[in-house]
């Protein structure tokens, strides 16, 4: 346990912080898989005669321990240093896919939501902050494109698993014996792949200072930046925190409504044209999907150093309905416009995730901001909860009705609409966070309950 201290990690002179984006990228890429789990749930409705809301408890589960891990974890994270976050993260992870393949070789679902859900779970939740707060004490001076980098690799992982887990199906077969044996290979290969991040990851010294440092102030020259710093405990009493709740919330819904029942979305919309979607084109339309949310993880946060995150949320969260109302008006008309719109929405929401703990850092500086960003993750949580379940229980509702195409799914479009106006609303009202819930300068910036940042990380 030693060699996962934090004082162990600390990088020496000289060291390279390019190193650390690779680490971040080893863990993110690996549990980003749970944005394929669309790929996993044909096969299993077939295999265990479950509907197509019971097939996303998994995955649903997964979002809701990654929420809770990362608030509760969130603190001790910092403290105890990314490479202990990320060990924890590689066992957690791996072994909810060993339990899963159990529960699916033996026939019992409630082994697959317990692996897969509760145990990945954790893993997804501890590995999805474990480089966060370190990558942005590493890259003070672009924290948009610090935090992109971070969290882009989730937003690809499905774009790596989407096709190997077809693949993988294909070959060990879609029966309870194939999926339990893709389950055992995707969980061991994680494991090796997870600890390369573990081995690689380091924090910096306290007196280290980025390269060409910027000068005092210039952070603050555009609204909502602050260079004062706000503890995790004084940002849940504030307003903003829980405005910028909502905006996540909202776009996070929106978009792993999609995101979660990709692949059979897709056959289902076209299932009546004179070209419908086959099972290996659904499972590449997953990966496009991932495309988007990759890229839009870096592409819209580092924007967002340029045109302010308030700004580029306006965009995410209006642009987002636009695409969510021509997807609802066109239907099956055009499977290229349903494709591109579903990317573009993708794309705002994975900028959306990439973002936050910039925007974070704007508002609560960067003294206690891996801790913050862990706790505002329960509206991770809330979505994983609500954004499947809005699709599939209105899918299975028109289903029940005899309706099919397109019509499985209008209303739960007008929905997402809905929320993410309510988001686009919510961003409007975020202002800078009053004086009074600013650290003393006189406390030295440290909470009896938590660490304080490393010198010279986040100025």
Known sequence: MRALARSRTVAPPGWSRWLVPPAALSIHLAIGQAYAWSVFKPPLESALHLSGTASA????????????????????????????????????????????????????FWLVVLGYG???????????????????????DRPGMATGIAIMGFGGGA????????GLLGTLGSDTSGIARTFLVMGLVYAVFM??????????????????????????????????????????RTPQFWCLWVVLCTNVTAGIGILEKAAPMLSDFFAHTAAP????????????????????????????????????????????????????????????????????????YGG?????????????????????????????????ILGPLIVNAVADGAKSAGRSGPDLYTTSLFIM??????????????????????????????????????KGAGQ
């Open 57 to 108: 408890l998994p995955f649903q589960l997964a979002i809701v321990m990654l929420g809770l891990s990362a608030a509760f974890g969130g603190t001790l994270v910092e403290r105890r240093g990314p490479r202990w976050a990320m060990c924890v993260s590689t066992v957690c992870f791996a072994a909810g896919f060993l339990v899963a393949a159990l529960g699916a070789a033996a026939g019992r």
């Open 118 to 140: 509760f145990l990945g779970g954790i893993g997804l939740g501890i590995g999805y902050i474990s480089p966060v707060s370190a990558l942005i004490k590493w890259f003070p």
């Open 159 to 166: 774009l790596i698993a989407s096709p190997w887990s077809t």
């Open 195 to 236: 600890t390369l991040g573990v081995l690689l990851v380091r924090v910096p010294a306290d007196d280290w200072r980025p390269p060409a440092e910027a000068p005092a102030g210039a952070s603050a020259a555009r609204p909502l930046v602050t260079t004062a710093q706000v503890s995790a405990r004084s940002a849940l």
């Open 277 to 348: 979607v086959s099972a290996p084109a659904a499972a590449g339309f997953v990966g496009m999907l991932s495309l988007a949310n990759m890229l839009g993880r870096i592409g819209w946060s580092a924007a967002s150093d340029l045109v302010g995150r308030k700004n580029v949320y306006r965009l995410y969260l209006g642009a987002g309905a636009l695409m969510y109302l021509l997807i609802a008006l066109t239907g099956d008309a055009s499977k290229p416009l349903f494709i591109a719109c579903a990317m573009v929405i993708l794309s705002f």
């Open 352 to 384: 959306g995730f990439a973002t936050v703990p910039a925007y974070l850092k704007d508002l609560f500086g960067s003294y206690q901001v891996g801790a913050i960003h862990g706790r505002l993750l329960t509206a991770w949580s809330t979505a994983g």
């Open 417 to 454: 609409i809905g929320l993410l106006a309510v988001g686009f609303a919510a961003n409007e009202l975020i202002r800078p966070v009053h004086p009074r819930h600013h650290q003393p300068p006189a406390s030295g910036g440290q909470l009896a309950d938590e660490p304080a940042a490393p």
